[in-house]
């Protein structure tokens, strides 16, 4: 079986000013990557003839399936419709059912159709057009000399729709790919060269169907497993064999798999164990909240959580005393511990967790600098308490205490 | 002047594979644009020695300054620098003062060097070094003929130290760019076509110097304005009159310019007035509260929040009553009123703001499918709920109440 190669074409100087972060392509990729359809290259261009023109060609000279997106709005700046249409050398057609169904769409929320909508119901002869559930702006599927160029609006929850209902359904049907299986082995709390040293035996051992890969992020290393071929059966028992020897060579390491996050790792391990989890945090403001809610079926351990930002809430609401804050401060060792333990009771949850910090930019001393982050967490039994020193921004302050203090959870948990 | 254009390389499997976001070509970008520098084009390819090698040559055709970001780790799948050395036909050499700074480093951690990373000390002869204090990977800086290739590692913390510490200081030197001023004007609550539709007759009669785009989010859209040319002054004048106009046009609609998100101009407009905020959220678990304490500052104005997602925990720690839930259930607009009356009493805040509802994939049921949410601000005074059905998945459902729930605290606030 032959590989199907596909590029993605991102258009708008949005992207290259660097005022929107380019998800779609993201998206996309994984989309294609579950069928086997490989990613080959990423280009991000902007709203410019010439530009989006040699863009075109260059990805239909390097791929089977060209996918392009943005630049399909209503207004005077979009050019991938009328730019599409000359490079299919396609006359316009007015879309009657498009237009009534914009038509009674509008009608429900009370509005009429202008001139700029109207318009969006024309789209040039040579494409089927790909239904847009959440937006006016259709979709557009051109096929040519065996190769597909689908057009989709830069709106994430539109082109994911359109993926989703039309775009990932056809290529299905379309396309017969060679089999292509990844797993993702997660780490936390080893850096990459100490992990690669230990695995380096292993590495140079490993089946020449798989290829290996190093992800390092914040406090956490993944590693990527790939294997090609013609054979589901055989590669999937390949790479099975060697996760196993992974765990058995940095086993206490490895989180999880997959679609695993630290959070929804802790998930498991609160399901299985029966146990629930309730959160106080402070320098967080929430976002240890937001990672235990973000997975679905959370409510079965999360008990709930509370950012009692000013002192008065952790003494009045939470019960933190007052002593304890004005003789330590609210980023103190003895405050953590109070805050993690008053939660565990206040919430009626197994395991209370706590942080409190200076995640900056301002509020920093120099006994306390910013980054100076205290955790604590409470099982009823005992208490344990961490201090760190990070030195990121506000936004990696808050992620690596979130992380660090999950990474604690884990270690807890998995040693009950 | 010259206009002076960059482009950037992304290197990796793991993006073209859907598995990492590349937020790195995002912050470059930023960081480029505020220099003057265009960025022209964006690229990412796989670990591959061919479509690596094609990528520079590509770069250096169409750019005066070619960013390279990531495969520069210690491991065997890193190709960026014994490809650079190839491209540049450069031998390598070992820098014995980074030896000797990885050496002290790891020290201090009571680690020791081993074999990978005393590579990473080793560098083709061409380039001079770019330090990495966050990490093992220098970067590396090559001249060749004007034009410049810098290439960083992928890791996002690493990367910004580079570029804030010695990449943007050099640029800044080095190249005499025109003026590019952009203005960004955020408006919620309006849709794109009607907005493009009220300001059809402004759009016709921009100064030529003037470019507009369009950029829509969920239930936002911005306006970008770009001008360039020589007379910073002269510009700038001109985008002021231009956004004036905006103003009178469609002011209800916009809630700031630039750097404002929906949270920081709630902040604002908390500190103008002197008020307090508190959250209790159901549905949202912790990501409203996280908006609004990302933002520096936000201990001034924000009390705290409460994310009581279990219903025991909304009636013994919020106080709503046990009748209310029992009757209308949780997903309510009785139980978010008193979620939102009880949090800003018990929180002591001016404003108290609740969310409830079914975020999914689970939870549904015919008369409360997923998407329906209730949201709640009260303000002493009198209380406003609101029912919303969204139709995204549990991210883009918690993230559409988070932003409508803003929009009603920045109306509610407006008209104080």
Redesign the interface.
């Known amino acids: 079986m032959n590989n199907i190669y596909a590029e993605l074409i991102s258009i708008g ?11 779609n ?9 579950k069928l086997g359809i ?10 410019e003839r010439e ?1 989006m023109m040699r863009a075109f060609e260059e990805a239909e000279n390097n791929a089977d399936i060209i996918i392009i997106t943005g630049g399909l ?5 979009d050019l991938t419709k009328p730019l599409l249409a000359e490079y299919f050398d396609s006359s316009m057609i007015l879309h009657e059912d498009i237009l009534e169904d914009l038509r009674e769409r509008f009608a429900k929320r009370d ?1 009429e159709l ?4 109207r318009g969006q119901a024309e789209l040039p002869e040579k494409c089927t057009p790909i239904e847009n559930k ?1 937006g ?1 702006a259709p979709g557009m599927w051109f096929d040519k000399e065996g190769k597909v160029f689908i057009s989709m609006p ?2 994430p ?1 539109e082109m994911k729709y359109m993926m989703e209902d039309t775009v990932i359904p056809r290529f299905k049907e379309k396309f017969k790919t060679p089999v292509l299986i ?1 797993k ?1 082995v997660k780490t936390v709390g080893i850096p ?3 992990l ?2 230990k695995l380096e035996d292993w ?1 140079n051992n490993l089946p020449s169907e798989i ?8 406090k956490q290393v ?1 590693m ?1 497993l ?1 294997a090609s071929g013609d054979e589901e059966k055989r590669l999937k028992k390949l790479i099975d064999q060697e996760v196993d020897k992974l765990y058995k060579l940095v086993g206490k390491y490895i989180y999880g798999t997959d679609e695993n996050n630290l959070a929804s790792k802790i998930g498991e391990l609160l399901l299985e164990r029966k146990l629930t989890i309730a959160v106080a945090e402070s320098c967080t ?10 997975n ?4 079965a351990y ?9 002192n ?2 952790k003494m ?2 939470l019960g933190v005393k007052k002593e304890t804050i004005e003789k330590y401060g609210a980023v103190s060792e003895q405050t953590v511990i109070e805050m993690a333990e008053r939660v565990r009771e ?3 949850a197994d395991i209370g967790i706590s942080t409190s910090g200076v995640a ?4 920093g001393s120099k006994e306390k600098p910013v980054g100076t982050v205290w955790v604590a967490l409470a099982d009823g039994k005992e208490t344990q308490t961490k201090l760190y020193h990070f ?2 921004d ?3 302050n ?1 992620e690596m205490t979130s992380n660090s203090l999950l990474n604690l959870v884990r270690q807890t948990l998995s040693s009950k």
């Open positions: 100087d949005e992207i290259l000013y660097g005022q929107t972060l380019d998800t392509s993201h998206f996309i990729s994984a989309e294609l990557d490989r990613v080959k290259r990423k280009v991000t261009v902007s709203d530009a709005g209503p207004t005077k700046d509005r202008n001139e700029l909508n959440y006016t830069g709106v929850s990844h993702m990459e060269s100490i690669a040293e590495e290829k290996l890969a190093y992800l390092p992020g914040l993944k990527r790939t403001g929430g976002h240890l909240a937001h990672l235990l809610t973000s679905a079926g959370s409510s999360y008990r709930g959580g509370i950012n009692p930002y000013h008065n809430l009045d609401v206040l919430f009626g900056g930019p301002g509020g030195q990121f506000r936004h990696g808050i």
